[in-house]
C-alpha cells in the first residue's frame, strides 16, 4: 500500500515537473524586457527567426582581455604538471554588474595553456562545481581515456589526474567540457579555454605584444544582466545578441604598426561568424585547426563555424596611421575596431613550413570510402546515421595508425537543413574532397571540425595514433546534446 502511495506522488511529482518545465519551455526569450535596452538593431525574429538572431556591433569601449598563461605547478625535465579546476566565479562583464559565471582557474573562462612537442604532461582535474562536467582536449591527439569525453565524468569535489605525450606540431587548441547532455549549458556559462602546442622552431610573433587570442563567443543576458541558458536555450542552437571576445563585451584592441597574428576560436554555441577587414583588405591565414598550412592563404573572407581555430596575420604597417581599421562579419557587424599605435618592427611571419601532426600520405588519400557518416535534421530531431547518441553502443570500428576515408554528408530535409559542423576527437585528419571537387587552399591542412552545407558530400582521411573510445559529433552543442553523436573504438 505504502508503494502505490509512494508511486501516485511520484507521479504528481512528475506532472507538477513536467506543465513546470513546458511552461518555461514557452516563455521563449522574445519577451523584450528580457534584452538590454541599449539594443542597436531592430526588433528580434521570432520562432524560427531566432536563427537569424543578429549580433550587436562592439563600441569599442572596453580593451580587450587578454587571457593570461597557466603557470605549471612543477617541471623536472621533460615532465611538467599542471592543475585545471573547473569552479564557479562571479565576473564583472558590464560595469558594476557582476555576472554569475563558470571558468577555469578563475571566475570566466580559462587561462592559455602552452604545451611543447614532445613533454609529459601531467593535469589534476578538478571539479569544484556543483555539477558533474569532463575535461574535454579539442584537436589534441590523445588516448581515449584521457579524452575527457561523456564517459570520463569527474563528480562535484572529484579530481583525476591524465598524462599524455604531446605528439603534434605547433597549433591552436582548445578545452572544454563535455559531459552528456550538459556540454551547452556549461561552455554557455563560461568554460572554455586555449591550449596552444609549441615546438622547437622560433616563433616571431610575441603572446600580448604581436599575438592575440580571439574567442569569438555570443551570449544573451538577461534583465538581470546574468547568463540564465535555461531561459535562451534553442534545440537548434542557442545565439546570443551579445559579443564576448575572450569574455569582453564591446572590445577593442590596440595593437602595433606591424604584422599581428590572431589565434581566432568560434567558440559559440551555434552561430557562425564569416569575419573581414573592415577597409576590404587582405590577411593571410597561416594555421587551421590542426596547425600550418603548406603556405599562407591569402584571404578577404574567413568562415569559422563552431570549435574551428584559425590563425590569421593581418599586416598594420600597410595601412594608414589613423585609418579605421576594424574586424567585421559580411554583414558589416563590427566585432572588434582596432587602434594602431606608432609603435612596430618588421616581424616576418617565416615559420612556414609543411607540417605533420599526424602523417597522411597522398597514396593513402586515394583509399576507398569505408566508412560513411550521415548527418540530418534540426532541433530535437538530429541524427547521424539514422541514430541518436547511445554511450553503450559502438557506432564504428578502426585500427590504430591506419588511415580510412569516410564520407560525410549532409542531408538537407523539408525545410533545407542548415550547417552541420562534424568533428572528430583524438585526431587530425586531411579533406580529400568536397562534393567531388579540391577543398579550397585553407582547407588543406589538418582540420578536427569540417563545416558541410545541407547538401554537402566531404570526404576526409582519418588516422588515429592513439586506442581508446572516441566521440564524432556535430559540433552545434544543442545538436551535441540532442544525440548528435556518434563513437568509434580505435584498437
Ligand atoms: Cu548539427
Known amino acids: 500500500m505504502k508503494r502505490y502511495m509512494f508511486m501516485i506522488l511520484s507521479l504528481a511529482f512528475i506532472i507538477i515537473l513536467g506543465a513546470c518545465s513546458t511552461n518555461f519551455g514557452n516563455m521563449r526569450p522574445f ?36 587571457p593570461p598563461i597557466l603557470e605549471s605547478d612543477k617541471e623536472i625535465g621533460n615532465e611538467v604538471y599542471y592543475t585545471i579546476e573547473a569552479q564557479k566565479g562571479q565576473t564583472e562583464i558590464f560595469e558594476g554588474i557582476q555576472t554569475k559565471t563558470l571558468g577555469y582557474n578563475s571566475s570566466f573562462l580559462g587561462p592559455v595553456m602552452k604545451l611543447k612537442k614532445g613533454q609529459n604532461v601531467h593535469i589534476k582535474l578538478k571539479n569544484s562545481l556543483d555539477e558533474e562536467t569532463t575535461f574535454h ?7 581515449g581515456e584521457a579524452d575527457g569525453g561523456p564517459h570520463d565524468v569527474i563528480q562535484p569535489g572529484e579530481e583525476k589526474e591524465i598524462n599524455f605525450k604531446v605528439q603534434q606540431d605547433r597549433a591552436t587548441l582548445w578545452f572544454h567540457p563535455h559531459p552528456k547532455g550538459k556540454t551547452a549549458k556549461q561552455v554557455f556559462e563560461g568554460l572554455a579555454g586555449l591550449i596552444y602546442i609549441e615546438d622547437s622552431k622560433d616563433d616571431p610573433f610575441e603572446y ?20 540564465d541558458y535555461q531561459f535562451v536555450q534553442h534545440p537548434d542552437g542557442t545565439m546570443g545578441e551579445s559579443l564576448l571576445i575572450n569574455g569582453t563585451l564591446s572590445p ?27 577597409n576590404n583588405q587582405s590577411f593571410q591565414q597561416i594555421a587551421s585547426d590542426g596547425g600550418l598550412l603548406n603556405a599562407p592563404v591569402e584571404l578577404k573572407e574567413l568562415q569559422l563555424t563552431p570549435s574551428e581555430r584559425a ?3 593581418i599586416d598594420f604597417s600597410k595601412f594608414k596611421k589613423d585609418e579605421d581599421i576594424k574586424l567585421i562579419m559580411d554583414d558589416g557587424t563590427v566585432l572588434l575596431p582596432f587602434q594602431i599605435k606608432d609603435k612596430g618592427k618588421e616581424v616576418k611571419n617565416e615559420i612556414q613550413e609543411p607540417l605533420t601532426p599526424v602523417t597522411i600520405s597522398n597514396e593513402e588519400m586515394q583509399k576507398q570510402v569505408s566508412k560513411e557518416i550521415v548527418l540530418f535534421g534540426m532541433g530535437h530531431h538530429v541524427t547521424i546515421n539514422g541514430k541518436k547518441f547511445d554511450m553503450n553502443r559502438i557506432d564504428f570500428t578502426q585500427k590504430k595508425g591506419e588511415t580510412e576515408v569516410w564520407e560525410i554528408y549532409n542531408k538537407p530535409d523539408m525545410m ?22 579540391e577543398p579550397p ?3 588543406q591542412g589538418y582540420k578536427d571540425t569540417i563545416a558541410l552545407d545541407p547538401g554537402d558530400r566531404a570526404k576526409i582521411a582519418v588516422k588515429f595514433e592513439e586506442k581508446g573510445v572516441f566521440m564524432y559529433h556535430c559540433h552545434i552543442l544543442e545538436h551535441e546534446d540532442n544525440g548528435m553523436m556518434g563513437q568509434i573504438k580505435v584498437e
Open 208 to 227: 600580448g605584444e604581436n599575438d592575440f587570442p580571439l574567442i569569438l563567443q555570443d551570449r544573451t543576458f538577461n534583465n538581470q544582466k546574468q547568463l
Open 416 to 437: 533545407g537543413g542548415m550547417i552541420h559542423p562534424f568533428h572528430i576527437h583524438g585526431t587530425q585528419f586531411k579533406v580529400i574532397s568536397i562534393n567531388g571537387e
Open 137 to 143: 582536449w579539442h584537436g589534441l591527439i590523445i588516448d
Open 252 to 278: 577593442r584592441l590596440t595593437v602595433n604598426n606591424e604584422k599581428v597574428r590572431f589565434r581566432l576560436l568560434n567558440g559559440s554555441n551555434m552561430r557562425n561568424y564569416t569575419i573581414k577587414l573592415s
Open 441 to 443: 587552399e585553407n582547407l
Open 31 to 66: 519577451d523584450m524586457k528580457n534584452f538590454p535596452e541599449d539594443r542597436s538593431r531592430g526588433p528580434m525574429m521570432m520562432g524560427h527567426g531566432h536563427h537569424n538572431m543578429p549580433l550587436q556591433q562592439s563600441t569599442g569601449e572596453n580593451e580587450l582581455r587578454i
Open 311 to 313: 590563425e590569421i596575420v
